[in-house]
């Protein structure tokens, strides 16, 4: 059953949308409020908009993280507004969007609430982190919607530190006034992602540092608030030195060496001074030798240059010694670094991965007890198994087929297990480099044999 309502003040906007418990319409830079339960009309005066044209509403609606929407029939614009408080006496109205819509004077609008209606928005800021001296700074901004909702846009926000000048932005849906930076970004599938791109002018100042911070808003329901950061420093001089690291041979042979190249480059645009490699060895790696300029101490390979030329680039060769025993693959990391400041420390380090290939050379003897014997008697033999390296093996198994003339009676290993039929079979587990396994066997031969 209807029940009738009497507004206790005139009802201006030609629509509205529910915003907490309230309905709410706007007018250029006016919002009303409507408490449907008492007819309480209430009107505020908000001063949103530079451009009023832009609060002429021909449509109003309610964005999946509760904002509220206002689409302008004068303008086209869209705008997404925060009302803090909205059933209080004096709410608050902050400006988080604009962005361009259709301008058509006949305007309407409509939420359209997906199902589940929750993203999950990241943001990661890059840049680099040193600069030359009023050099230009690029940051990237790449949101990310992890879902399980689609994405029906995002706002970020973007307020560069004032010692930064000339702040701008070539992504489109991004506005800049001064230092603050506003991108509405587009809708986005699950695992889909967008990038924005920032600059700017670096402080004059040597050594001054300045710690730029984004912040993402969801559309939809988003629970977790992101938001990102990086820091970037001037420096009077700039030295990009990258390192990759290679070995030999592949896959390495446990019980042998290996042959790690580190190739340092310096990238500039300046000299690198005081350039050092280090380099941790691993477990199952041990030292053995390393180019002219290194040393060895504490597990760690240091190789140092007093200094690196813009473009120039150096060598350094490291040999290491696999342990025999090593079960998997190594991993050894290199890193360069100079005290001159760099400008991308991303490529400072490198890391290869070597896989193992054993290689055990095994022997084998066998020897008899007696050297004739008797039909139906038993003869006593001998196996001996030894492991002459390079590397452990993990699994030796011995296959010893029995003629028809000879029965199984017993064969015990000093390690491992034995089973018999007509062949007999030893799983002797694992042998190391040197070490050796002995099986005696004890045999029937047939009362017929002659």
Not at 39 to 51: C, S
């Amino acid at each position: 059953m209807a029940t009738q309502i009497i507004l206790s003040d005139k009802w201006v906007p030609a629509d509205f949308t529910q915003v907490g418990d309230f309905l709410w319409g706007a007018l250029n830079n006016t919002l009303q409020r409507l408490d449907p339960q008492t007819g309480q009309v209430d009107t505020f005066q908000t001063n949103l908009f530079t451009n009023s044209e832009d609060g002429a509403a021909g449509a109003v609606f309610t964005y999946g993280n509760g904002n509220l929407g206002i689409s302008s029939s004068n303008t086209g614009v869209v705008s997404q507004v925060a009302i803090g408080n909205p059933g209080s006496s004096s709410p608050t109205f902050t400006l988080v969007s604009q962005s361009p819509g259709p301008q058509s004077h006949r305007n309407d609008g409509a939420s359209c609430t997906p199902h589940p209606n929750i993203t999950d928005l990241s943001i990661v800021k890059s840049g680099p982190a040193n600069v030359l001296p009023e050099s230009t700074i690029t940051w990237t901004l790449t949101v990310t919607n992890a879902g399980p909702a689609i994405s029906s846009g995002f706002t970020v926000k973007d307020t560069v530190p004032v010692a930064v000048t000339n702040v701008a932005s070539s992504t489109p849906g991004c506005s800049v006034s001064g230092n603050d930076v506003t991108c509405v970004g587009p809708s986005l599938g699950v695992d889909e992602s967008f990038q924005i791109a920032l600059t700017g002018t670096a402080p004059a100042t040597n050594g001054a540092c300045v710690q730029n911070f984004a912040r993402i808003l969801a559309n939809e329901q988003d629970d977790n608030e992101r938001s990102a950061s990086v820091q970037t420093c001037v420096a009077a001089e700039l030295a990009d030195l990258s390192i990759v690291k290679s070995r030999s041979p592949s896959p390495a042979v446990p019980g042998t060496n290996e042959t790690f190249t580190l190739r340092v480059k310096n990238g500039g645009p300046d000299a690198a001074q005081d350039a050092v490699v280090s380099d941790p060895l691993p477990a199952g790696l041990s030292f053995v030798s390393a180019a002219s300029g290194c040393s060895f101490a504490n597990a760690t390979v240091t190789c140092r240059l007093n200094s690196l030329a813009s473009g120039a680039s150096t060598s350094f060769t490291v040999v290491a010694h696999v342990a025999s025993s090593v079960p998997s693959g190594i991993v050894n990391t290199a890193q360069v670094d100079s005290s001159t400041a760099d400008p991308d420390p991303s490529n400072n380090s490198s890391t290869v991965s070597a896989p193992i290939g054993p290689a055990a050379d095994l022997a084998i003897t066998k020897s008899a007890s007696v050297s004739t014997i008797a039909p139906g008697g038993q003869l006593v033999y001998t196996l001996v198994v030894s492991n002459n390296g390079p590397s452990d093996d993990d699994n030796v198994v011995v296959s010893d087929p029995l003629p028809g003339n000879l029965s199984l009676v017993t064969a015990l290993p000093s390690q491992g297990s034995c089973i018999g039929g007509a062949d007999i079979i030893c799983s002797l587990g694992a042998l190391a480099v040197g070490g050796s396994v002995q099986v005696l066997v004890a045999v029937q031969v047939a009362s017929s044999f002659s």
